[in-house]
């Protein structure tokens, strides 16, 4: 057993595996990265941060991202770039936009595998992610997304 250290404040005792990143880019203003909000995609969660002075940051687990689609409007196609919308059942992140971005469906593309591996990784059925959102619940005894109380019985009439 190794010597144990003291900590001093601010300090930790517990090594954080950084993942690499699988895709990155930048919020694109008429083609351009000259903005300050950034994306990333490691094989865990896509990140994205925002600001310059107040920095913004929200992560998505990518076993929790449920559906993923390309908008891309004409003056977006002229330069080259699009938005990947994302939908999950994160609380805190229900939908994501990555706006503005490189080779949208390439992106899109990278993602859904992505998510599929994370998803088969951890062992994650698309009921859990159902559940999740609030559309499996407990009240619903015979799964058909009423839920108990709202059903009426032609029986009871």
């Given at each position: 057993?190794?010597?144990?250290?003291?900590?001093?404040?601010?300090e930790?005792?517990?090594?954080?595996?950084?993942k690499?990143?699988?895709?990155?880019?930048?919020?694109r203003?008429?083609?351009?990265?000259?903005s300050?909000t950034?994306?990333?995609?490691?094989?865990?969660?896509?990140?994205?941060?925002?600001?310059?002075?107040?920095?913004?940051e929200?992560?998505v687990l990518?076993?929790r991202?449920?559906?993923?689609?390309?908008?891309?409007?004409?003056?977006?196609?002229?330069f080259?770039v699009?938005?990947?919308?994302?939908?999950?059942?994160?609380?805190?992140?229900?939908h994501?936009?990555l706006?503005h971005i490189?080779?949208?469906?390439?992106?899109?593309?990278?993602?859904?595998?992505?998510?599929?591996l994370?998803r088969?990784r951890?062992?994650?059925?698309?009921?859990?992610?159902?559940?999740?959102?609030?559309?499996?619940?407990?009240?619903?005894?015979?799964?058909?997304?009423?839920?108990?109380?709202?059903?009426?019985?032609?029986?009871?009439?």
């Amino acid at each position: 057993m190794s010597e144990s250290k003291k900590l001093h404040s601010g300090e930790f005792n517990v090594e954080v595996e950084e993942k690499p990143l699988l895709w990155t880019d930048r919020k694109r203003w008429l083609g351009m990265p000259i903005s300050f909000t950034r994306y990333a995609l490691n094989e865990d969660k896509l990140l994205v941060n925002t600001g310059l002075i107040n920095l913004h940051e929200e992560e998505v687990l990518l076993y929790r991202i449920r559906d993923i689609s390309v908008r891309q409007s004409f003056s977006e196609r002229l330069f080259g770039v699009g938005t990947v919308c994302v939908s999950s059942t994160d609380v805190t992140v229900p939908h994501l936009d990555l706006m503005h971005i490189k080779n949208p469906r390439k992106v899109k593309e990278v993602l859904s595998k992505c998510v599929e591996l994370n998803r088969q990784r951890n062992n994650i059925r698309s009921t859990e992610l159902m559940s999740d959102a609030g559309f499996d619940s407990p009240l619903d005894a015979d799964g058909n997304g009423i839920p108990d109380c709202m059903e009426t019985d032609s029986h009871d009439e």
